[in-house]
């Protein structure tokens, strides 16, 4: 299980993960098969209306349905989203284009090594959760100054539960569900899902230094790393490529917050706004105190990706965050997205962490700095915190470093967050019992 074999660097190219159509895979063995349409539109329902009646009104299948909340989410031919074959066109929302919307915010893959080689992996398992003996950092030593900087040791000593009992659901690729690492801090198999494949095993599938393969088991152990007893609940939406549906990231957030997620990390983003997606946040921060973290993207663009877009203000700005990159000096990350609607960064360069096949690999993007911000509000939440939850994601953003002294950052200037960089320290000192 624990791999020793001699280290096999393995120096990968930079890739930008684009997002991109692409057809529907044909689920093999599996219980359902997954649903990707061309195109989907969010209808209300009255109350009283079952699945049966809102899919014989439409004649179309409703691939999401809540009566209680009122709401149904129909699959769409592109025939049907351009208006034909439509039983009942009078849609309150226009139709969305459903396939490859999102993709994972990861400009760039990594060193990758066979990962244990220093037999320090029993760290990582069950019955040693705790990542830092003797306050050293020196698990995965590469880490060390990014997590000095954001006062990674300080924060563990504030927050000695560690985020125990606290589930962050990683919406994402998947992950090696067999690494060592992750062993014991998953979420039990039967929460787990396969929205992408239409199955019940989010494992990972690709190839290393390709597309998105690694993604979300390099997002799950970063959180590990910052809430090392916190439990991760996989949920895959994003396929090899790394780009994935609007269906599967709003059914995923649903699925999340009914297994009793309290946070959940977005590491992926589009460019168009999704209501379904917005809708499927709005239920879980406003109707389900869940806290939801997205990444800003990484096209060094002035303007952030959806859904991290919208979580600076109004009522879906509590307890949501948007998170951007800067490097260990502080500077923005050249890939970084900015946006005076960015609320924080963390350190989102060369961040190691583990890799599919037992591997330890390192990823840039502000798909690493945002899981950092979960495994923060993890840690918070498992210790107790002494300020409503709805401010939580709001003190996180304030309590971070001011990035702007002296002129710092001027051409971003209030565009990496009010202040900056996210401190765990100056964060848990403020907001717990
Ligand atoms: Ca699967
Ligand atoms: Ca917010």
């Not at 039967?190 to 239409?198: L, N, T």
């Not at 599967?248 to 992926?268: E, F, P, T, Y």
């Not at 050249?334 to 963390?346: D, G, I, K, R």
Request: aromatic share 6%; glycine share 12%.
């Amino acid at each position: 299980m624990v791999k020793r074999s001699t280290a096999a660097v393995l120096i990968l190219s930079s890739l930008i993960l684009a997002s991109c159509s692409q057809q529907g895979p044909t689920a093999v063995g599996s219980q359902t098969t997954a649903a990707r349409p061309s195109h989907v539109v969010q209808v209300r329902v009255p109350a009283g209306t079952t699945r049966e009646q809102v899919e014989a009104t439409y004649g179309a299948p409703a691939l999401m349905f809540d009566a209680q909340e009122g709401y149904a989410v129909l699959g769409l031919s592109a025939a049907q989203a351009r208006g034909s074959g439509l039983r009942a066109q009078n849609l309150a929302e226009t139709p969305e284009s459903n396939l490859g919307a999102f993709s994972a915010s990861a400009i760039a893959t990594m060193q990758g090594r066979t990962m244990w080689i220093k037999g320090d992996f029993s760290l990582w398992t069950a019955e040693g959760r705790t990542m830092w003996i003797k306050g050293q950092y020196d698990l995965i030593p590469e880490n060390n100054l990014n997590f000095q900087i954001i006062r990674l040791e300080q924060a563990h000593t504030l927050a000695p539960k560690l985020g125990q009992g606290i589930k962050v659901a990683v919406i994402d690729t998947g992950v090696d569900v067999d690494h060592p690492a992750l062993a014991g801090s998953l979420a039990p198999a039967g929460e787990w899902r396969d929205f992408y494949a239409g199955d019940t095993n989010p494992d990972e599938e690709g190839v290393l230094g390709e597309g998105g393969y690694g993604h979300g088991t390099g997002v799950a152990g970063i959180v590990l790393q910052i809430a090392p007893k916190a439990t991760i609940l996989p949920l895959r939406v994003l396929g090899p490529d790394g780009s994935g549906d609007v269906l599967h990231v709003a059914q995923a957030i649903d699925w999340a917050v009914a297994r009793g997620a309290q946070v959940i990390n977005l590491s992926l983003g589009s460019e168009e706004r999704s209501a379904i997606v917005q809708d499927a946040i709005k239920r879980a921060t406003e109707k389900n105190n869940v806290l939801v973290v997205a990444s800003a993207g990484n096209e060094n663009r002035p303007a952030i990706s959806y859904p991290a877009h919208d979580m600076a203000s109004g009522g879906a700005g509590e307890r949501s965050l948007s998170v951007g990159s800067v490097n260990t000096a502080g500077l923005k990350s050249p890939f970084s997205n900015y946006s005076s609607n960015l609320e924080m960064v963390a350190l989102g360069e060369n961040v190691y962490t583990p890799g599919p096949d037992g591997m330890l690999v390192s990823w840039s993007g502000t798909s690493m700095a945002t899981p950092m911000a979960a495994g923060g509000l993890a840690l918070a939440l498992s210790q107790g915190i002494d300020v409503p939850l709805k401010d939580l994601t709001k003190k996180m953003a304030e309590k971070s470093y001011d990035l702007y002294n002296n002129g710092m950052n001027a051409p971003y200037k209030d565009k990496l967050g009010k202040k900056g960089l996210m401190n765990l320290e100056a964060f848990l000192k403020d907001v717990l019992k």
